[in-house]
């Protein structure tokens, strides 16, 4: 069952700027924290060096505003990611609410990254990181709609095919024949959220559903 949002509603469900939820995913692991924290901490000092060595030249303001920029990296870094994923779907000029079931669910392993490493003789080996994805086919009674996949954990496991799930379907057509993109999805009969991305406001999405659920009821 497909219902079709109504103007502001696809904005408020996925906002412009970054919720904590989604500056938290975009942040990433460790070893991404890392990596900004190198960016912005090397990046910063070197270029407000160069600011205090201009500090009698027109330049040395400008280098140091940059400099003060990239120390921030850490912060603004992630919030101008999470914004751009937002933006990727608050684009498509058609949203509509999904109400169907999971077909079909299985697992994939997935390579996360890979690096070279010296093995015990000094030889340089390939080494890959990889994970379990869960893979989810939806449907409903007009047929195959599409599929959401993520990363799976131990509370995963209670996902069957005949579930109830809801998401948001994004499509650049208004008869929605093509679909563009799902947003996450929420499974209500496990009371568990699903997904790569944090895209939706939870709470907005599921006040929605018992809203518009029940007039199309």
Same mark, same amino acid.
């Given at each position: ?68 920029? *990239? ?7 992630? /919030? &101008? @990611? ?6 990727? !779907?608050? +684009? ?33 080996? *390939? ?7 869960? /893979? &989810? @086919? ?6 195959? !709609?599409? +599929? ?33 993109? *799902? ?8 009371? &568990? ?7 939706? !406001? ?16």
């Amino acid at each position: 069952m497909l219902i079709p949002l109504r103007p502001g509603e696809l904005q408020t469900l996925i906002p412009a700027v970054a919720t904590g939820t989604q500056f938290r995913f975009a942040l990433g692991d460790p070893r991404k924290i890392l990596q900004r924290l190198l960016i912005s901490g090397i990046g910063g000092v070197i270029t407000l060096l160069i600011s205090q060595s201009l500090s009698f030249n027109r330049w040395g303001s400008v280098w140091l505003i940059a400099g003060v920029v *990239l120390l921030l990296y850490i912060l603004w870094g992630p /919030i &101008l @990611e999470a914004g751009r994923r937002n933006a990727s !779907l608050r +684009r498509y000029p058609s949203a509509a609410l999904f109400e169907g079931e999971v077909i079909e669910a299985y697992t994939k392993e997935r390579v996360e990254n890979q690096r070279e490493q010296a093995d015990s003789s000094g030889r340089l080996e *390939l080494v890959e990181n990889r994970r379990t994805w869960l /893979i &989810l @086919e939806l449907a409903d009674e007009d047929g195959y !709609l599409g +599929r959401v996949s993520f990363p799976m954990t131990k509370t995963h496991s209670a996902i069957r095919p005949g579930v109830l799930i809801r998401c948001i379907v994004l499509s650049e057509r208004k008869d929605f024949s093509s679909v563009g993109a *799902l947003t996450d999805a929420w499974l209500p009969q496990l009371k &568990l959220w699903v997904g790569e991305y944090p895209f939706l !406001l939870r709470p907005a999405f599921e006040d929605l559903c018992r809203i518009r659920l029940r007039k199309s009821s």
